[in-house]
């Protein structure tokens, strides 16, 4: 069973950065898309940005140009710097890959996520 562990996240003024990780750690065969996620209290979990294996991302308009997802294949790790945060970027942080340990390719289950809080 492969597990995250996200990590990186904290307080921060209004138009500061961050720069949280996320470690999957079990049988990785292969690593495909992975993707940051986020969830604000009373709100639904949505995405923030997503990379495939051949590197193209994706990003919502709400944070298009201020965050930057990547990834280290070698470390089973995938990387989220976000500049310019605002109050409405607070929420807890999570991410999910899917992956393949030999078999059909699977979806990691959720980690305990990072809170990310925004605050003058």
């Known amino acids: 069973q492969v597990q995250l562990v996200e990590s990186g996240g904290g307080l921060v003024q209004p138009g500061g950065s961050l720069r949280l990780s996320c470690a999957a750690s079990?049988?990785?065969?292969?690593?495909?898309?992975m993707g940051w996620y986020r969830q604000a209290p009373g709100k639904l979990r949505e995405l923030v940005a997503h990379i495939v294996s051949a590197g193209n991302t994706y990003y919502p308009a709400s944070v298009k140009g201020r965050f930057t997802i990547s990834r280290d294949n070698a470390k089973n790790t995938a990387y989220l710097q976000m500049n310019n945060l605002q109050p409405e970027d607070t929420a807890a942080y999570y991410c999910q890959i899917t992956y393949s340990a030999g078999g059909p390719t699977r979806s990691t289950p959720w980690g305990q996520g990072t809170q990310v809080t925004v605050s003058s």
């Open positions: 079990g049988t990785i065969f292969s690593i495909y898309d």
